[in-house]
């Protein structure tokens, strides 16, 4: 049976020793960033509802729902709110997401420093872009955004940072 282990040497590509984190960690950190963003988001929208339903009472009972699930438009505005939410996160925190925080990855530049505010934000907006999500498959693990903006994300303890 032929070893199919991939090492740590796979994923070094640069000469300052810099690591990319595995695609297993590239996921692991969009599902807890994702599932954050909608905790916050859901949070928000029913804070906003009480607030509109305190000071103005008829448009809430205006609104209408329908069974249709949710209209295009708002799929787009959740889609950027996201964008903004990653902009922010990694703006704030350096190339750090709580997914990022919780898996010991963080988003740097080439070089291995750090990122600035409107680097985070363009990597943010990146993810907007239909389909980039599936762009991070493959091995070693490359999206969209870290291709547009000149970054990647690295594995913290294995690249010693």
């Known amino acids: 049976m032929e070893n ?3 090492t740590t040497a796979e994923f070094t ?45 008829s448009t809430i009972e205006n609104l209408e729902f329908n069974d249709s699930g949710f ?3 708002a799929r787009l505005l959740i889609i950027l709110f996201y964008a903004l939410y990653m902009g922010i996160m990694e ?9 990022k925080l919780i898996t010991g990855t ?10 600035s505010v ?6 943010g907006f990146s993810r907007a872009v239909p389909f980039c999500v599936l762009s991070a498959f493959g091995t070693p693990c490359n999206p969209w955004q870290d291709r547009w903006t ?11 940072r």
């Open 13 to 57: 590509d640069f000469d300052n020793g810099l690591v990319r984190a595995s695609s297993g960690q590239r996921i692991a950190n969009y599902l807890i960033d994702i599932v954050i963003f909608y905790i916050l988001f859901i949070i928000v929208v029913f804070l906003a509802g009480i607030v509109l339903a305190i000071v103005s009472p």
């Open 4 to 6: 199919t282990e991939i």
């Open 118 to 123: 409107s680097t985070a934000f363009v990597r």
């Open 91 to 99: 703006g704030a925190f350096k190339g750090y997401s709580i997914g």
């Open 71 to 73: 209209h295009l438009g």
């Open 106 to 115: 963080r988003a740097v530049n080439l070089d291995g420093s750090a990122i």
């Open 150 to 160: 000149d970054t990647l994300v690295i594995d913290k303890k294995s690249s010693g």
